[in-house]
């Protein structure tokens, strides 16, 4: 099993941003990567078991189911159907927890997916870096951070 972690602090308020990303068909309203996003089937988009069907910026096309969702931790967690990747297995939670001091909030990303040994670092880096802390960057400089 291959876990990739991502976090870091977004310069906002957990609840600010738990409104952005707790949509699971909004990743074309807050990351620079999707293209357009719909759930299949017309159901909405915060019920656990819809599948968003999207189109990333270079055309590649994926589908995802949503596992859980809590207002409550301020969580999603979701599986992978389809994707070029060539992963398996792979589920992934976002995670977000207030910070007090500054008001401000820790965002974190993980990754647990079974993949071929040789793609294994690159895909690391692709889903670390490529994907979740390029979405992290894109949520900090929509609060004003850099």
Known sequence: ?????????????????????RDFNGLPEWTPFVAESRIEQGLPSDKVGCIRNFTLTDGGKIREQLLALSDYDMSCTYSIL???????D?????????VTDGNVTFAQWQADFECA???????????????????????KQSFGGR
Do not use: C, D, H
């Open 82 to 88: 389809e994707s070029p990747m060539g992963v398996e």
């Open 1 to 21: 099993m291959t876990r990739v972690y991502v976090s870091s602090v977004i310069p906002a308020p957990a609840a600010s941003v738990w409104r952005r990303v």
């Open 90 to 98: 792979y589920i992934a939670k976002l995670s977000l927890t207030p």
């Open 117 to 139: 040994p040789e793609p294994e670092q690159a895909l690391i880096e692709q889903i670390g870096k490529g994907v979740f802390q390029t979405a992290f960057n894109a949520l």
